[in-house]
């Protein structure tokens, strides 16, 4: 069990920094920022780049403090952050995705990322997430993955 704690306290250190920085420093191809700034004010980015870092920090601090006997609470606590972040990124980029039907302003909050690198299919005019929330999106489902699996670890 050590060895999976390990494993879950470096993907969330991982997602911590990609989650605090992806916003701010410009990866092409992976981030591109002239369009973030185009679309997004800086007082904006900012609030929604604290809201994610608290939304990772606080499971880490969590993790790291009580690791690797989990109380009951602390678990519901890490199964909350992750299982609503796990929903939120269902919601906001795989169901426009797969299924569409979602309006052309809410798709235009996604010209951001239109040059940013894609590897899935284009879906007509379906939202395609780009390989950055990929990767962002598998790792907070491995950390989501994770917390249900240390659940018989809890006391």
């Given amino acids: 069990m050590t060895m999976l704690i390990t494993i879950f306290i470096i ?47 606080i499971p880490l601090a969590l993790t790291v403090i009580y690791q690797p006997y989990f109380p009951r609470s602390v678990h519901i606590a890490l199964c909350n952050f992750y299982g609503w972040m796990s929903l939120g990124a269902i919601i906001s980029w795989w169901i426009p995705y797969f299924f569409g039907g979602y309006s052309k302003s809410y798709k235009a909050h996604f010209a951001e990322y239109k040059n940013t690198h894609h590897f899935l299919a284009t879906r007509g ?31």
């Fill in 125 to 155: 005019t379906n939202i395609v997430p780009n390989t950055l929330h990929v990767l962002m999106h598998l790792l907070v489902w491995t950390c989501f993955g994770i917390t249900l699996s240390i659940g018989c670890n809890t006391v």
């Fill in 11 to 57: 993907l969330q250190v991982l997602l911590l920094v990609v989650m605090a920085l992806h916003d701010w420093v410009h990866l092409p191809p992976l981030t591109d920022i002239r369009a973030l700034e185009k679309q997004n004010s800086r007082r904006g980015r900012i609030i929604n780049s604290t809201i994610f870092f608290l939304l990772v920090f």
